[in-house]
């Protein structure tokens, strides 16, 4: 039975065995013989996407909001939507078919139980990143429930993002689109301080005239 003792220098001997090899003769440098090595071939089936697709991806999965432009009837939060790309890489498109992007928000709510803050304090106004010819367009301007504007019913419903009159005319143009919007959470000034939370849904559709 080998000890622990004798064990430990066997190992020992063994590494100072290949530091020796590694200080040896030039002879040494023609090992390994290449008529022993072998390859392994690494092989791969890639089927092919029938057609293309037409997919949505979102640049981040979070986006935080600042105080900035608050009055004394109403305290004001402002950021920035992530920009949310469209792309279409199908060979044929059907005709009289357009797709759009939606945008819907849950309630604000608050990490210590506070009162949740609902969708329709959030408004946005979207843009266009990507510069076209008109094949796709922004959609209006939402505003909150605090606004005195058209259109202040915030995220409570699907709002349009961004819209493709025509899948096709939209395809051969480009392929992708870039999106983006400002956002705004309008609140009232009493209130309750504390960190909030809310899902905003982006949602792709394709619907036939």
């Given at each position: 039975m080998i000890s622990k003792g004798a064990?430990?220098?066997?190992?020992?001997?063994?590494?100072?065995?290949?530091?020796?090899?590694?200080?040896?003769t030039a002879a040494f440098a023609a090992y390994p013989d290449p008529e022993g090595s072998s390859g392994v071939d690494v092989?791969?089936?890639?089927?092919a996407v029938e057609n293309g697709a037409l997919s949505l991806t979102v640049e981040n999965t979070e986006t935080t909001l600042t105080e900035t432009g608050s009055t004394a009837q109403y305290r004001q939060f402002t950021g920035a939507l992530p920009d949310v790309t469209v792309t279409d890489t199908r060979d044929q498109v059907p005709a009289g078919v357009f797709w759009y992007v939606t945008g819907q928000a849950g309630d604000f709510v608050g990490?210590?139980?506070q009162p949740a803050i609902g969708a329709e304090h959030l408004g946005w106004t979207p843009a266009m990143v990507t510069t076209g010819n008109g094949e796709v367009a922004a959609g209006d301007q939402v505003g909150t429930t605090l606004d005195t504007a058209p259109n202040n019913v915030g995220l409570t419903g699907e709002e349009l993002l961004a819209l493709s009159l025509d899948s096709q005319e939209a395809t051969a143009a480009s392929g992708q689109w870039t999106a983006n919007a400002d956002l705004v959470l309008k609140t009232p000034v009493d209130v309750a301080p504390g960190s909030y939370s809310?899902?905003?849904t982006l949602s792709l559709f394709e619907d036939q005239y």
């Open positions: 064990a430990a220098r066997c190992a020992a001997g063994v590494l100072g065995g290949l530091m020796l090899v590694g200080v040896g092989k791969v089936d890639i089927a990490e210590t139980g809310s899902l905003l």
